[in-house]
């Protein structure tokens, strides 16, 4: 399941069987929720299962899966993981965000989750599902700071379904083009390609201003 063949919608489709539905809305919540799983490649998730679901290839129940069924649920796994990743940065955060670099986390994604939310504001809960490993440590983040949970409710809700509703319904409508639906697995790499240029941006910028800042100290000691 977890192979790099997981990436062609047909393969995916035919390791999961009628199990897809509940493993993509499993993935989603997972990656937004659960800071260990990051990694979770959500954007070319959703493209590939807007593909199989526009070609009928999601089952339940003996039946095709609507793609609306998807354009509903995908939102609604991504804001619960939002709402799951707040309530463990309101409790636990600054003891996660604090603790040393181990295999399955890093101060440097600590670091680029500052940066962002340094130059976004509010606006960052909307952004980061847009963009990768921001979407699991953003609403961490909102929770250490204590975001208003309305401000953040909101703002989770709409990028969840932009995120969520947008990248199926992309997947579905290019799904119908040739050059895609025969090279899904150059597009989804692409997807997490693109989606991780603002994290590196961010986190070489955060660096940059850590070792400016280390500099300055310096200079007056």
């Given amino acids: 399941m977890f192979g790099i063949t997981w990436l062609d919608p047909h393969a995916l489709i035919a390791d999961l069987n009628g199990f897809a539905l509940f493993a993509i809305l499993a993935i989603v919540f997972l990656e937004m929720g659960v800071l260990v799983f990051f990694f979770l490649p959500g954007d070319s998730l959703l493209f590939v299962a807007g593909l199989a679901v526009a070609h009928g290839d999601i089952k339940l129940g003996g039946g095709s ?47 680029s989750t500052h940066a962002f939310f340094e130059k976004h504001g509010a606006g960052a809960v909307i952004l980061s599902h847009f963009v990768v490993v921001m979407r699991t440590f953003v609403p961490v983040a909102a929770g250490i700071g204590d975001m208003d949970i309305r401000k953040f409710v909101r703002n989770s809700a709409i990028g969840a379904i932009a995120w969520g509703a947008g990248l199926t319904l992309l997947g579905a409508f290019l799904g119908g083009f040739k050059i895609v639906s025969e ?22 910028k955060a660096r940059r201003e850590a070792r400016a800042g280390a500099q300055e100290l310096k200079a007056n000691d």
Avoid: M, Y
């Avoid at 940065?89 to 040393?100: M, Q, T």
């Avoid at 150059?186 to 603002?198: C, D, E, K, R, Y």
């Fill in 65 to 111: 899966v609507p793609i609306w069924v998807l354009c509903v649920l995908v939102p609604l796994a991504a804001f619960l993981g939002d709402l799951t990743g707040f309530w463990v940065g309101k409790n636990w955060g600054k003891s996660l965000f604090n603790r040393p670099n181990s295999r399955f986390f890093s101060q440097k994604n600590v670091e």
């Fill in 183 to 204: 090279h899904i697995d150059l597009w989804a790499i692409g997807f997490l390609v693109v989606s991780a240029i603002p994290v590196v941006i961010e986190g070489l």
